[in-house]
């Protein structure tokens, strides 16, 4: 059983710019979430897919963006990149059955810094 | 979802047992508390979860009173590499709900 990795590791962005960040669920899960991790806060809730569709989303702008592919996976797309989006970028993957859900399995993260 | 209120820091020493307490007044019937750990620079890890009374499993021991406006993670004999930031939350559903909402942590640090 693989568990959830990210692509990349680091990344370092200019204002305005785009980034997209990748994601692959662990073995048998159907659902992704996305957080932002800014230093010393605890992770913040961006958005979940769930059957390619976006289901929940956080306080988060448009300009945040998200994928999820047929076999599972997921992109995280930030436009017009601003200098606070500097965090870590934190995949979760887990099952979803009809009336619940399982225990979310976070990856290694996506550090992204804006300059 | 439930806000839960836990202490900001702790310090321990190696092989001793340590308590984090949360406070979660306002969870609700449905809701379950999960810990998870997090080390720098990396994503939380699953520790634990439970509904009520005590949980254990390889690593810690949950304990949830019978009115469930708490819970306390132990933590036995820990060693340098328990020094971490420790997540409670609770949530709807079987686990912390499909949108995790996380506090700011328990700092914890293990001394030799």
């Known amino acids: 059983e693989t568990g959830v990795t990210q692509s990349p590791t680091h990344l370092i962005k200019t204002r305005g710019q785009q980034v997209t960040l990748r994601c692959s669920s662990q073995?048998?899960?159907?659902?992704v979430s996305w957080y932002q991790q800014a230093l010393g806060q605890g992770p913040q809730f961006i958005f979940q897919?769930?059957?390619?569709?976006?289901?929940g989303r956080g306080n988060f702008p448009p300009r945040f963006s998200g994928l999820q592919f047929p076999n599972y996976s997921s992109e995280l797309n930030v436009n017009a990149l601003e200098l606070d989006d500097s965090a870590l970028y934190l995949c979760?993957?887990?099952?979803?059955?009809?009336?619940?859900?399982?225990?979310?399995?976070f990856g290694p993260g996506t550090r992204l810094t804006v300059l | 979802l439930a806000k839960t209120t836990q202490p900001i820091s702790m310090d321990s020493y190696e092989g001793q047992e340590v308590n984090i307490t949360c406070s979660h007044n306002?969870?609700?019937?449905?809701?379950?508390i999960t810990w998870y750990q997090q080390f720098p620079s990396q994503g939380p890890r699953f520790i634990i979860q439970?509904?009520?009374t005590k949980v254990t499993n390889e690593v810690a021991s949950l304990f949830i009173p019978a009115d469930r406006k708490s819970s306390t993670l132990s933590l036995p004999r820990v060693s340098l590499s328990d020094t971490a930031v420790y997540y409670c939350?609770?949530?709807?559903?079987?686990?912390?709900?499909?949108?995790?909402?996380f506090g700011t942590g328990t700092r914890l640090a293990v001394r030799p």
């Open positions: 979760a993957s887990s099952w979803t059955l009809a009336g619940g859900q399982d225990t979310q399995y």
């Open positions: 073995s048998g899960h159907n659902t």
């Open positions: 897919y769930y059957r390619e569709e976006e289901n």
């Open positions: 306002n969870i609700a019937t449905n809701d379950y």
């Open positions: 439970g509904y009520k």
């Open positions: 939350l609770v949530g709807d559903g079987r686990s912390s709900g499909d949108k995790l909402t």
